[in-house]
C-alpha cells in the first residue's frame, strides 16, 4: 500500500480546494493518508515564508485572483476574504489528529472544516462549528475527543508534525509526501500526485 504523508494547515483555502479531489484519488487507488496538521507560523518562519497579511500588495492580490481563478476552474464555492482569517486552528487541530489516532476518515474531515471556514464563513474556532463540520463527514467530534488523547498530548503531536515537516522539506501546504522522500506542494500539483500513484500501483 502507498503511504502518503498529508501534512495541511487546517485554515489554508488551497488545502480545502485540493481536498475533493485528493479524496477521489485516495478512493481510486490503494493509498494510506497520514494527515498531520502543523503549525504554519513555525513552518513559515523555518522556511522564509510569509502570513498573508505580511505579503506585498502585490502578492496578496495575485492569491486573490488566484483562488477566483480555482473557484471557477473547479466550480468550488470559495468566500475570498473570510470573516475569520487566519483562524485559530488549536480545536481543529486537535479534532483532526485525535480522528486520526481512531483509524478515522480525516482527509473527510478537513475538508468539511474547510468547508465550514471558505464555504460557509463560519469561524473554525467554535466547537459548535467543529462539531456540526465532523458530523457531515460522517463522524462524532465530541466521542473522538473524549475518548482521544488530553489537549497537551494532541498538541505534542502536532510539534512533531511541524519539526517532522520542515525536516522533510515542507513549506507550505497543502504538501503530499511520498516514502522515498518526494515532495508534491499545492493542490495543483494534485495531477503529479496521480501520475505518481498510478506508477506504483
Given amino acids: 500500500m502507498t503511504v502518503i504523508d498529508y501534512f495541511i494547515f487546517i485554515d489554508s483555502p488551497f488545502t480545502y480546494l485540493g481536498s475533493h479531489r485528493f479524496i477521489e484519488l485516495v478512493a481510486r487507488y490503494d493509498v494510506e493518508v497520514r494527515t498531520k496538521p502543523t503549525r504554519y507560523r513555525d513552518i513559515f518562519a523555518a522556511t522564509g515564508g510569509q502570513m498573508p497579511e505580511d505579503r506585498s500588495p502585490q502578492r496578496r ?7 477566483q481563478r480555482w473557484r471557477e476552474a473547479l466550480d468550488i464555492p470559495i468566500v475570498l476574504a473570510p470573516t475569520v482569517f487566519p483562524a485559530e486552528e488549536i480545536l481543529g487541530n486537535r479534532l483532526v489528529i ?15 472544516i474547510g ?12 466547537w ?21 488523547p488530553s489537549d497537551d498530548a494532541l498538541d505534542q503531536i502536532v510539534t512533531r508534525n ?7 522539506g515542507v513549506f507550505g501546504a497543502p504538501s503530499y509526501v511520498f516514502e522515498d522522500g518526494d515532495v508534491m506542494w ?3 500539483r494534485l495531477q503529479f500526485v496521480e501520475m505518481k500513484l498510478a506508477s506504483l500501483a
Fill in 115 to 126: 468547508r465550514s471556514l471558505w464555504e460557509q464563513d463560519k469561524n473554525i474556532d467554535d
Fill in 98 to 112: 485525535a480522528a486520526a489516532l481512531a483509524k478515522l476518515d480525516t482527509v473527510r474531515l478537513t475538508l468539511e
Fill in 186 to 188: 499545492g493542490q495543483d
Fill in 128 to 148: 459548535a462549528v467543529l462539531r456540526e463540520a465532523a458530523q457531515r463527514a460522517g463522524l462524532d467530534a465530541d466521542k473522538i475527543r473524549n475518548e482521544g
Fill in 61 to 67: 492580490a495575485y492569491r486573490r485572483m488566484e483562488l
Fill in 162 to 168: 511541524t519539526t517532522e515537516a520542515i525536516a522533510r
